[in-house]
């Protein structure tokens, strides 16, 4: 399945629509170059779940920040993954496999630890304010999941 965003806003208000259809345990899995828009889809994703808008900012230090909503919402962001170690070392299973929403920017850095089911979304750029957001759906729950998207 392929969303096709023409705006900031318009990836914003998908994220937002995804985010209702959310449950404990899912894993979002994010794809795509710098500035491709995955950070715009967290926060969509953050307002979708009721958490305290602008609290949002790129885990750029920490790799990991956790928000409170209708579901916890985990953000991690690899980019600065250097060793897929360092993954291990945050405890990054607690969360990915507990009561919240898990959403990983740069999952490509999970290397051999990349969750076996998960939903998977690629984000290329499509001229300056274009972009498509490829969706994959990896297991049973993420296929049903986009059925209803
Ligand atoms: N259709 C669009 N969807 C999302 N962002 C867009 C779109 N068009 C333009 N943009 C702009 O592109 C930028 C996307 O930045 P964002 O931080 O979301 O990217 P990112 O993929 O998280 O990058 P990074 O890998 O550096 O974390 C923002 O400045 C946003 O306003
Ligand atoms: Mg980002």
Redesign the pocket.
């Known amino acids: 399945m392929t969303f096709h965003?023409?705006?900031?806003e318009?990836?914003h208000s998908w994220a937002i629509r995804l985010a209702k259809k959310l449950k404990p345990g899912d894993i979002l899995c994010l794809y795509?170059?710098?500035?491709?828009?995955?950070?715009?889809?967290v926060k969509g994703l953050a307002e979708g779940l009721k958490i305290k808008p602008n609290s949002v900012s790129?885990p750029t230090f920490v790799l990991m920040n956790a928000y409170d909503g209708r579901l916890a919402l985990y953000h991690f962001?690899f980019?600065r993954i250097e060793h897929q170690e360092e993954i291990v070392g945050i405890g990054y299973d607690e969360f990915l496999f507990g009561k919240g929403v898990a959403v990983v920017?740069?999952a490509e850095r999970f290397g051999k630890y990349l969750p076996p089911e998960r939903l998977d979304l690629h984000?290329d750029y499509v001229g300056?304010?274009?972009?498509t957001i490829r969706v994959a759906a990896i297991g049973e729950r993420y296929e049903r999941l986009i059925k209803e998207l």
Do not use: C, I, Q, V
């Open positions: 965003s023409r705006n900031p318009e990836t795509g170059n710098l500035g491709s828009g995955k950070t715009t889809f790129s962001d980019y920017e740069w984000f300056e304010t274009g972009r």
